[in-house]
């Protein structure tokens, strides 16, 4: 098989996890790189299992999501549209699944492929408490429940699959010579000709990140679909609240903003390479940044010398 070459592209979490803490976004991008291979050493097989830990919300997140595509998939294929029941019934075993992987520890063979919990990992590896685990159920059902009544599902389901544009695919783009990784969650084409972005959300709105967000979604509508600016129409599909959908206009001044930032970013991120030709860094050259907050929920927290002075 033909070997993967690491390149320097750039996407929202990873210039989120840039401005957070530089270790973190070295040992994710470099130090776990190859972490896959059978000769991997065990530092970088280490930090390849650390890397695709998850926390409960991140996998509740992941579950519904996962969830979501598969039943318009499915619904797209056989026009099937399933009750709300039986979805969180396959919820349920997902779950039960991930939850064995994890206590299991089949990561260890399988990083990437398997259920990894960042609060087992750091905790006794066994058992959380009951009602973590039945918060946890509670909100992948409501997700799931409102996903099933919401009336922007409905509209969806009420389209020809042509209008259809894609359906959580994980795709590129490029923006001034920057490759730029994103997986739009959904996004069609309505009877007027305007474009349809849409952001399913399993946590609370947070605008300020949500905005960027879609705005490097527009981007790659426009770049791949050729979507001019004045047929896009942006939302978050808020599945804690009721399906709540709610708008985030078109601001040209936004979309140039965010370019500027994508330019200005990842020259900050090659300004730190060796060799910026083959994206070769060196991890002293990335400081740790100590917080309360971003240690407490930093998947390297075993590794990083911050904590084990
Ligand atoms: S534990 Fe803290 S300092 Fe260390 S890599 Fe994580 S966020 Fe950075």
Redesign the pocket.
Known sequence: MKKLVNELTWSVSRAQLFQ??Q??YY?TYYGAWGGWEDDASPETRKLYILKNIKPLAMWAGSLVHSLIKDTLDEFARSGQWPETAALQEQARNRMNAGWKEAVGREWEQYPSRRTNLFELYYGNGRTLPAETTNALRERVFTCLESFVMSPTVREILALPYSSWKTNDVLDTFMSNDVKVWCALDFAYIDADGICHILDWKTGVENRITLRQQLACYALYAMSKWNVPLDKLSLHGVFLLDGGRKSDYPVQPELLVSVQDQIVTSSQAMRAKLRDPEKNVAEEEDFP????EY??EQ?S??EV?P??SR
Do not use: D, I, T, V
């Open positions: 957070a803490c270790r973190a040992y740790c940044a100590p917080s971003g240690c930093c390297f927290r990083c911050a904590l």
